[in-house]
Nanobody, 126 residues
């Protein structure tokens, strides 16, 4: 069993920065990938960024490329999302997710993630 705890959300002005963290607890994370997803009011949950836990390969949604950076610290079982140049359209609840299996087909595929955090609110004011 893996528990995921997000932190770092909040309210910032447009152009500002936030850093989200996702700590995996319960046991040493031995899965293959972790990712960040977000859901704005009235919209579907979409992938923001994801990272291969072993190789460090990354995926970014087009809307965040060049502004967001995903990283992980394997020793701390923690994943991060550095968000710069934030825009009002980035406002959403951000969810951390983990793929605890031994393989993945696509980093950006939500059904492949079997553990989810409770979410952290990110609000960007214009």
């Amino acid at each position: 069993q893996v528990q995921l705890v997000e932190s770092g959300g909040g309210l910032v002005q447009s152009g500002g920065s936030l850093r989200l963290s996702c700590a995996a607890s319960g046991r040493t994370f031995s899965g293959v990938a972790m990712g960040w997803f977000r859901q704005a009011p009235g919209k579907e949950r979409d992938v923001v960024a994801a990272i291969s836990w072993r190789s460090g390969n990354t995926y970014y949604a087009d809307s965040v490329k060049g502004r967001f950076t995903i990283s992980r610290d394997n020793a701390k079982n923690t994943m991060y999302l550095q968000m710069n140049n934030l825009k009002p359209e980035d406002t959403a609840v951000y969810y951390c997710a983990a793929n605890s299996h031994t393989y993945y087909y696509r980093l950006n595929s939500a059904p492949e993630y079997d553990y989810w955090g409770q979410g952290t609110q990110v609000t960007i004011s214009s």
